[in-house]
């Protein structure tokens, strides 16, 4: 392990992007070799006097960029030399020199704005008259009403709870954490699809997890590669995403979900099913949690059905379960935000939450079609509605070669090695999301130079100057 130690000093903006930006000269350079092996994230942390979560976000964003490579176990490692114009992200100040970048490798809603109705979601909390009440601590797991309004939200889905059985997180990500942190402790092993949200790992490495990936298919978690590991892991619990699986849009069947948990009832562990896009593909199959096997812990939030900032999720569980859940809420955030929660159950008891959601299908599904009609190979599978597809490069490209050189040219795509577990899961493919893109035009845009790109040959593509 190499004690690299950036400097941040005169570098703008966020902590967190300031040591992915010094990472990625320090590889470009080549002070930093490929197959250095990066300090652990505490360690950088207590060297630069940051928090663990910020060294953390950094890590996740080098990754993202394709600079680095974490493999659960082992640590993190730098994965190659970086193009001159590859991994820095530009300040304000120098933006106007360079060419906008299409950025087709996050995961937003694909409609932002919706002013209107935050204008008039905070001017009825202001008509309320008891506005103060707001203010003061709250529950942990959230109030009352808020548990109501979560409740009703999650029952869309298709799993019927009570607001006795539900938790108010403050996002999807703290949601994530809090499961985390309710099914198992550190130096446990949790298992998870062999390409995983990253967000998951993040929160694995945080509280000291250990993750073990799966096998999936084109319906999801292999049930013989799932028993394998719940034989030979002692794994505490199963972390998966049935319905628009986050990189593959693959949405598990009714048929492999009953599988899936009769083998977590055998076994007695419980199933963290993330349903953050379920919104989007209202005929899926009902939850696994829905079905009456095993125990669940069902979380999702409305950072992609509603809007990022609001940063209100939702947990469901048993009551022990949640008990602990709601401990992971105290000791991250105490609470969520009772203002941010006020506003989201408003949206969903008067309706607005749903046009969102059907505001967000439509232009989701227009978008995707756009896609599929640039990029064949990147439909999502069975006809579903998704934010983002999952490219199966052809065998003359590797991805990280694909990833570089399309951003070379002005386009970011998401590289396999920011979902895989380990380096050998990961494959020549990569994340297209829609949603980042300002508008049509933008992705239409991005969308050419992809497909223009694809045709090519990477010797072709390495003479273009």
């Not at 906008?100 to 932002?112: K, Y």
Request: hydrophobic fraction near 45%; aromatic fraction near 4%.
């Amino acid at each position: 392990m190499t004690i690299w130690l950036p400097e941040l000093a005169h570098r703008p903006g966020p902590k967190y992007r300031a040591i992915a930006d010094a990472l990625a000269e320090d590889v470009r350079s080549g002070r930093m070799r490929p197959g250095t092996r990066l300090p652990t994230h505490r360690d950088l942390a207590w060297r630069l006097g940051l928090t663990v979560g910020t060294v953390t976000r950094a890590y996740a964003e080098a990754e993202r960029r394709g600079l680095i490579a974490g493999e659960v176990g082992r640590g993190t490692y730098v994965r190659g030399a970086a193009p001159a114009d590859v991994g820095i992200s530009y300040s304000p100040a120098d933006a106007s020199s360079q060419p906008a970048l299409i950025d087709l490798s996050l995961n937003f809603p694909v409609i932002p704005g919706h002013e209107a109705e935050l204008a008039a979601a905070l001017g009825r909390l202001a008509g309320r008259g008891d506005l103060a009440a707001l203010l003061p601590y709250h529950p942990h797991a959230g109030r009352p009403s808020d548990r109501a309004a979560g409740a009703r939200w999650i029952g869309r889905s298709g799993l019927a709870v009570e607001p006795d059985d539900v938790a108010v997180t403050a996002g999807g990500q703290h949601g994530i954490v809090a499961c985390m942190a309710a099914v198992a402790a550190s130096g446990d092993t949790v298992l998870v699809e062999s390409l995983t949200y990253p967000g998951v790992k993040a929160a694995a490495a945080l509280l000291g997890l250990k993750l073990v990936g799966v096998a999936i298919d084109e319906e999801g978690v292999v049930p013989e590669a799932l028993a394998a590991a719940l034989r030979t892991t002692n794994a505490k619990a199963l972390y998966c995403m049935p319905t628009l699986h986050n990189p593959t849009a693959i949405v598990m069947p009714e048929s492999r979900r009953r599988a899936i948990a009769e083998l977590a009832s055998s076994h007695e562990i419980p199933v963290v099913e993330d349903d953050c896009y379920g919104f989007l593909t209202p005929d899926a199959p009902p939850p696994i949690g829905a079905l009456g096997i095993c125990e669940g812990l069902f979380l999702t939030s409305l950072s992609k059905s509603i809007a990022a900032g609001q940063r209100i999720g939702y947990v469901a569980a048993r009551p022990a379960r949640l008990e602990r859940v709601t401990q992971a809420i105290r000791a991250t955030s105490w609470m969520a935000s009772p203002i941010a929660a006020a506003i989201a159950s408003d949206w969903i008891g008067d309706g607005t939450a749903e046009r969102m959601v059907r505001e967000r299908r439509a232009e989701a599904a227009a978008r995707q079609r756009m896609v599929e009609a640039a990029l064949p190979g990147g439909r999502a599978p069975g006809g579903a509605v998704s934010y983002h597809a999952w490219l199966t490069l052809p065998d003359r490209w590797r991805a990280d070669e694909f990833v570089a050189e399309a951003r070379r040219r002005g386009v970011a795509v998401t590289p396999p090695t920011a979902f895989a577990v380990t380096r050998q899961a990961a494959p020549d493919a990569v994340r297209i999301c829609y949603g980042a893109a300002a508008g049509r035009d933008e992705l239409a845009r991005g969308l050419e130079i992809l497909a223009g790109l694809i045709e090519e040959h990477p010797a072709m593509a390495a003479s273009i100057v």
